[in-house]
């Protein structure tokens, strides 16, 4: 009896201990140099006034070696005060990769490690960044790379790393081969693909090289391939690399496509409350693909629609789910269910990444806002309208959860590039060349603000500009636009006249409702026409000075899926110019229609219709220098100003005009060749229209044209280029087959 009482008075001994613990009335910290005690007792968030118990130091202990200051810690209470003992970590006071000069490797690798200079030295990390150098060097195709790690201990308790780097020779893809139940030939597979066969004509490319992140798209790029061509249960079995010789391998892709599937029934279930007239696309979508051959696109394209159904209904806070079912003879049943979810709000949105660009800047440029509901699609086109303004390099949409499950956190990175840009341009004709020279800076200050100016050269025109664009001026929604102009057109010798315009334009623009903007615009100039004996008669009776203030006005419905790269969508603008105080009274009158879809994989089909015309609202001819001429983007393969009505072996322009382009833009026709995109054109147009005189010579001939068109943003700037022969022209006319445009940044 007396041995279990004992027992149990030592036991409540230590419970009441371990229960309520200690009160300490000071710390104590020896070990530490470097780390100060104010630094240890915040990471190890100790407080005096808590009472100290065994839980209570071990969370200490946890927290303080969590740090990565300390090799080692204890704990001990005595004498109501705790002592903190610690060895500290030495510092990495240096890095040395041996064997890697080029900066383009040096510098990724350098950013990726664990451990960097000033850090706490940990040798378990050391030996995971000497995994990392390897992986590095192998994605950047050496293969064959090794490095071993020296750790030189200093006195000052630092260390320097030092990692002696053997790269070997690039691994190199001798041949691409496809085995297996592959159904397509080997050429239609690899341009498919991402990796490329090694050839002399691909040196600049690296993606001849062996990289296993490289094969992995690879292997996305070609299961995607065969499911939108039907086969739905396609597997790439197996990709590997066989071994030749030192830097050389055969890249082998083991494909099981399986059979051919079709859609067969496809239903779209939505909520009782929910109109069926607003999903009436869906429905005839689904009509369309019945008994079509199975394609994973045209799925990602209905669940795409039925985002944009849900925005312009109002639909705030959907989900679409797909079912599918495989039944007799190779057919698929799909169902997709729409169902309410709950709300979600944008608790904040924080922006990272901007150095140079003001914050007001990149927020102005966002379709949400904090406290607006989420939506995707309203996120997916802030980053491309981003992307769009051409300041950054990379934008990236990060989202978490905020306060609650129904509040989400959005960061938005960006990685600023130069928005500097001086380019020259250059045609070739048969009557001479033009010449052109631009500087444009599309984010002076970081405020989004656009400075551009611009000099044409030909035999006969000079012509510059200067314009600037505030896009949203005082922080408003509304764009504030400058300009000035000046044109000096010397005909005097072959046809007796010279003009000389010199004006400014002062406008703004802004979104009247969704996706439709007006730009209103008030524009004067004055302008000198002399004439000699050389001059028809015509011409002669425009002799003289005038003064023109117009009012000018743009109606922009813009209906693109992304301002950035567009593939699907279409843009439809009227302008017009009314004479307010003029000494010529011309009205003009403009539209264009701009249509793009995705034609196939890989391949954007566009089509645009241009028209424009000038008439007198007095018994007054339009004056020489007002008439209208084919801009030179409208009629490739002719000179611009060199088309249409000729009085007197002078091209006079015209009253009318209209222009056709089809084109169709491949971004990978060239594989080898990144950042480039290939075009295929045809573009019909004609000028018309004399309204001072009936015998003047005015073909109502349609001209004709067709070429292909590279625009390659390459390492030293934007580089464009374009090729088109005549196909229809009258004997008037004068061609201009090549052109080009250089530029670099800064």
């Known amino acids: 009896m007396h041995k279990t009482l004992i027992k149990l008075l030592i036991f409540s001994f230590f419970f009441f201990t371990y229960a309520y613990g200690e009160r300490i009335n000071n710390i104590e910290i020896k070990g530490s140099e470097r780390i100060s005690k104010e630094t240890i007792i915040l990471f190890g968030e100790i407080d005096k006034n808590e009472d100290f118990d065994k839980n209570k130091l071990n969370v200490i202990l946890k927290n303080l070696y969590k740090t990565n200051f300390f090799s080692d810690i204890k704990l001990e209470i005595k004498d109501n005060v705790l ?12 890095i040395q990769l041996n064997g890697i000069k080029a900066k383009k490797i040096k510098e990724p690798i350098l950013d990726s490690l664990n ?30 790379a090794k490095v071993k790690s020296n750790i030189i201990e200093n006195q000052n308790n630092t260390v320097t790393l030092i990692y002696d780097i053997d790269k070997g020779k690039k691994a190199k893809i001798r041949k691409i081969k496809f085995i297996g139940d592959k159904k397509f030939k080997n050429r239609k597979l690899l341009n498919v693909i991402v990796s490329e066969e090694n050839k002399f004509w691909k040196f600049l490319s690296d993606r001849k090289l062996l990289n296993q992140n490289r094969i992995n798209l690879d292997n996305r790029l070609l299961e995607n391939f065969y499911k939108n061509k039907g086969y739905y249960n396609v597997k790439i079995e197996n990709s590997f690399a066989e071994f030749l010789d030192v830097g050389k391998f055969d890249l082998i892709f083991n494909i099981n496509a399986g059979d051919k599937y079709y859609f067969n029934n496809l239903k779209l279930t939505i909520p009782d409350d929910y109109d069926r007239k607003n999903f009436s696309r869906i429905d005839n979508l689904f009509s369309k693909l019945k008994n079509k051959s199975y394609s994973y696109n045209s799925i990602e394209k209905i669940l795409d629609e039925i985002e944009l159904i849900a925005l312009n209904s109002q639909y ?70 981003l992307k769009a303004l051409n300041f950054f390099k990379e934008v990236k949409a990060n989202i978490s959860q905020g306060k609650s499950q129904e509040h989400k956190i ?32 599309n984010n002076f200050l970081g405020r989004g603000i656009q400075f551009s100016s611009s ?19 005082k922080g408003s929604d509304q764009s504030l636009i400058m300009g000035i102009q000046s044109s000096d057109t010397d005909r005097m010798t072959d046809f007796g006249y010279k003009t000389t315009k010199t004006g400014f334009n002062i406008g703004t623009r802004f979104e009247y409702y969704e996706d439709f903007f007006i730009s209103p615009n008030i524009s004067s100039y004055y302008e000198s026409l002399k004439t000699s004996s050389a001059a028809s008669a015509n011409l002669k009776k425009q002799k003289g000075t005038y003064f023109d203030t117009d009012f000018d006005y743009y109606i922009d419905y813009d ?129 018309w ?54 530029g670099t940044t800064f």
């Open 689 to 742: 229209g004399v309204d001072y005189s009936s015998t003047i010579d005015d073909s109502n001939k349609i001209r004709t044209s067709a070429g292909i068109a590279i625009d390659w943003y390459t390492p030293v700037g934007p580089l464009s280029f374009s090729y088109a022969g005549a196909l229809t022209k009258a004997t008037t006319d004068k061609t201009e087959s090549f052109r080009f445009n250089l």
């Open 316 to 385: 705030e806070s959907i989900n679409a789910s797909v079912e599918e079912n495989i039944v007799e003879n190779n057919k698929l049943n799909f169902s997709i269910f729409i169902t309410e979810m709950k709300k979600e709000y944008v608790e904040r949105i924080n922006i990272f990444g901007n150095d140079i660009t003001r914050e007001e800047v990149i927020r102005n440029n966002l379709k949400l806002d904090e406290g607006d509901t989420f939506n995707d699609i309203l996120l997916n086109n802030s980053v491309n309208d």
């Open 410 to 441: 959005i960061d938005i990175s960006v990685v600023e590039k130069p928005t500097g840009e001086i380019s020259a341009g250059a045609g070739v004709g048969t009557s001479g060349g033009t010449i052109g020279f631009a500087v444009r800076e």
């Open 559 to 687: 209906k693109r899926n992304q301002k950035y790269q567009t593939t699907e969508g279409f843009r439809s603008r009227f302008n017009q110019s009314i004479p307010m105080i003029s000494d010529t009274n011309a009205l003009i009158n403009g539209y264009e229609f701009n249509y793009w879809n995705e034609v196939s994989d890989g391949m954007i089909g566009s089509l645009s219709l241009f028209g424009k015309s000038i008439n007198s609202i007095t018994s007054d001819d339009v004056r020489i220098s007002e008439r209208l001429y084919l801009p030179s983007d409208k009629l490739r393969g002719f000179e611009r100003g060199k088309v249409g009505p000729i009085d007197s072996n002078d091209y006079v322009g015209g009253n009318y005009l209209s222009s056709l382009n089809i084109a169709a833009t491949l971004p990978k026709a060239i594989p080898s060749v990144q950042n480039a995109d290939f075009s295929v054109f045809f573009d019909a147009a004609n000028v």
């Open 83 to 94: 002592n903190i003992y610690v060895v500290e970590n030495p510092i990495v006071q240096s």
């Open 115 to 144: 451990l960097k200079v000033n850090s706490s030295f940990i040798e378990f990390l050391a030996k995971k960044d000497n995994d990392k150098i390897v992986n590095i060097l192998k994605s950047s195709g050496y293969y064959f």
């Open 455 to 473: 000099l044409d050269l030909t035999e006969e025109t000079i012509r510059g500009k200067f314009s600037v664009v505030n896009p949203n001026f």
